[in-house]
């Protein structure tokens, strides 16, 4: 599982090489090797391109200062509609998290059983992301032992590039 947003919009892009993801015929874009890929629509747009950059940043409303997530054009507090994203730490602790079991798509079956963690971030309880839980950036979805993950352990984010131009946060622990 990668991190997804809840609420997405299909690309138009028109891509045609075989090495670009590829989207299957829910239209949903996978990976060459078959593991789903986010879908940023205009709101959350930033939240992938700072992710590229190796940046985990919230939205935060640029008159109240209150954090929000997921990405969205009105501040819930006060109403503005201006914004700004704002960096974190990359810190947070387990919230939640599942361990799932087939049926699942081929690639993710492939591996299972992995952990998909829910995190609470450090500077903003209120705000969780999804993520997978992995012994490094770039490590297969079940490199952390199930005996090694419980609610509550500390996590540091980690960026891993999934396709061209495609980097999701995932998750260490920060004691292995
Ligand atoms: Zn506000």
């Known amino acids: 599982m990668t991190f997804m947003k809840p609420s997405v919009t299909a690309p138009a892009d028109g891509r045609t090489d075989p090495a670009e993801p590829v989207e299957n015929s829910a239209g949903q874009p996978r990976t060459a090797d078959g593991f789903l890929l986010p879908v940023p629509d205009e709101d959350g747009a930033p939240f992938w391109a700072y992710a590229a950059r190796g940046e985990l940043r919230v939205q935060a409303c640029a008159d109240c200062g209150e954090l929000r997530f997921p990405p969205r054009p009105c ?35 492939a591996l299972a059983p992995y952990h998909a963690i829910v995190v609470e971030l450090a500077e903003a309880p209120r705000i969780r992301l999804v993520g997978n839980l992995v012994s490094s950036p770039d490590a297969a979805l079940n490199s952390v032992p199930p005996e090694r993950v419980r609610i509550g352990a500390a996590v540091k984010v980690a960026f891993h590039a999934v396709a061209d131009g495609v980097t999701v946060p995932r998750w260490l622990l920060e004691r292995p």
């Not at 914004?83 to 387990?94: H, K, L, V, Y």
């Open 75 to 109: 501040c819930p507090h006060c109403q503005s509609f201006a914004s700004e994203w704002r960096r974190m730490s990359g810190r947070g602790r387990i919230w939640s998290y599942v361990r799932p079991h087939p049926p699942l798509l081929p690639a993710y079956a």
